[in-house]
């Protein structure tokens, strides 16, 4: 079974300040995800990786960078977070046969003061 | 991708078999129907996904319409743990992007 850790789990920090996210896959899975979850929102997509160095933005990439310096660590920043950020932050890799049989790690509560 | 629709929320006894519908109806030739649910604040979880054939898995089974404008997941024997939002997607094979809805609530009920 595909394996994904996120960290941390939870985060407070205040507005302004940077924050990075960690994505660690046990498998060598090549397509790797970052969504964010918000009341009346549903899912959505922020940035994905197709590869090592190789990223893409989604449809909420704004105010999110990413890198991908090894096909198993997929690291999502918030250069300077903002009270909008406040989300919970789900990493998905693609596991199937197509790019949207994706598994999803536990998600991090971030809360951004 | 096409748009769904799916009921806000549905009530199954335990034991029972769920069937929750979904409509597609602007989806084109090459999209494929997704199922997910997400249980009660965990990562969503793939259940099934399937083009235009029936198809059957260890966790549920998916009828998809012969004009491919509807679909029905069926969950054969629903337990207190099948309770969770339960969403349909229809994506391209190509697409890298799942569009999550709003999903349906289903509730499993004692």
């Known amino acids: 079974d595909a394996g994904i850790t996120q960290s941390p789990r939870h985060k407070v920090t205040e507005t302004g300040t940077p924050v990075t996210l960690r994505c660690h896959q046990t498998?060598?899975?090549?397509?790797m995800y970052w969504y964010r979850q918000d009341p009346g929102h549903g899912l959505r997509l922020i940035h994905y990786?197709?590869?090592?160095?190789?990223?893409d933005k989604g449809e909420v990439s704004d105010g999110y960078s990413v890198s991908r310096s090894k096909t198993e660590d997929f690291l999502l920043t918030l250069e300077s977070a903002t009270s909008s950020q406040t989300s919970v932050y789900f990493c998905?890799?693609?596991?199937?046969?197509?790019?949207?049989?994706?598994?999803f790690g536990p998600g991090t509560r971030l809360t951004v003061l | 991708d096409a748009k769904t629709t799916q009921p806000t929320s549905m009530d199954c006894a335990e034991g029972r078999a769920a069937n929750l519908p979904c409509n597609h109806s602007?989806?084109?030739?090459?999209?494929?129907v997704y199922w997910y649910r997400q249980i009660h604040s965990q990562g969503p979880q793939y259940i099934i996904h399937?083009?235009?054939n029936n198809e059957t898995n260890e966790m549920a089974s998916l009828i998809i319409t012969e004009d491919r404008k509807s679909s029905t997941l069926i969950l054969p024997h629903a337990t207190l743990r099948d309770t969770a939002v339960y969403y349909c997607?229809?994506?391209?094979?190509?697409?890298?992007?799942?569009?999550f809805g709003k999903g349906t609530k289903l509730s499993v009920i004692p």
């Open positions: 998905a890799i693609s596991v199937g046969s197509s790019y949207n049989e994706q598994f």
């Open positions: 498998e060598n899975h090549r397509y």
């Open positions: 990786s197709y590869g090592v160095k190789d990223t």
């Open positions: 602007t989806i084109s030739g090459n999209e494929y």
């Open positions: 399937g083009l235009k």
């Open positions: 997607i229809v994506s391209g094979a190509g697409s890298y992007q799942l569009t």
